[in-house]
């Protein structure tokens, strides 16, 4: 059963950084691409990044390039989203998903929430 | 970025039918065949409902069909039941980017 648990989401003050987390399970991580997708609260999804398997290559949304940086860890399964110069409007759930020209599987989300 | 537009709201009465548009440009929709359809109920996940325009995943019911023309994109769902209510998102494939619809909230009469 593939399972991906985010973690790492919480309350940052405006500017602040934070690391947010999915580990992955059930499925061979290395073979697959990854994405985070976020939904502000009451609102829809937006696509953030993404990686591809081998980690050669990742691509942002021209709303975080620059600020964010994905990465993973496939000897820990182990997917990686580092936040920087967090603005209010980067509050959100963010969720990481298998996949990116197709993505099948979500994780339920972690918190992000920007506010002084 | 690409804006991929959805009408905000659908409706039907159990057991009819209901079709929801998604509509992008020649650089998302019009391009690429991995456009997808998301089922979300409140405080859940979004889940995967159609993939590739029109393949179902494993255990999601025949009532629901995706097809394109164009920029734009569909997803059907027939013979509407009380469960199938929730919010509908597709997203499509930009080229090395994915792009979202606004979403659409379907209402079971």
């Known amino acids: 059963e593939v399972q991906l648990v985010e973690s790492g989401g919480g309350l940052v003050q405006p500017g602040g950084s934070l690391r947010l987390s999915c580990a992955a399970s059930g499925f061979t991580f290395s073979s697959y691409a990854m994405s985070w997708v976020r939904q502000a609260p009451g609102k829809g999804l937006e696509w953030v990044s993404g990686i591809s398997g081998g980690a050669g290559s990742t691509y942002y949304a021209d709303s975080v390039e620059g600020r964010f940086t994905i990465s993973r860890d496939s000897s820990k399964n182990t997917l990686f989203l580092q936040v920087n110069s967090l603005r209010a409007e980067d509050t959100a759930v963010y969720y990481c998903a298998r996949g990116m020209k197709t993505i099948d599987y979500w994780g339920q989300g972690t918190l992000v929430t920007v506010s002084s | 970025q690409s804006a991929v537009t959805q009408p905000p709201s659908a409706s039907g009465s159990p057991g009819q039918s209901v079709t929801i548009s998604c509509t992008g440009t020649?650089?998302?929709?019009?391009?690429?065949?991995?456009v997808s359809w998301y089922q979300q109920h409140p405080g859940k996940a979004p889940k995967l409902v159609i993939y590739e325009v029109s393949k179902r995943p494993s255990g999601v019911p025949d009532r629901f069909s995706g097809s394109k023309s164009g920029n734009t994109a569909s997803l059907t769902v027939s013979g509407l039941q009380a469960e199938d209510e929730g919010d509908y998102y597709c997203g499509s494939y930009a080229g090395n980017k994915g792009v979202f619809g606004g979403g659409t909230k379907l209402t079971v009469l």
């Open positions: 020649s650089t998302d929709v019009g391009t690429y065949n991995y």
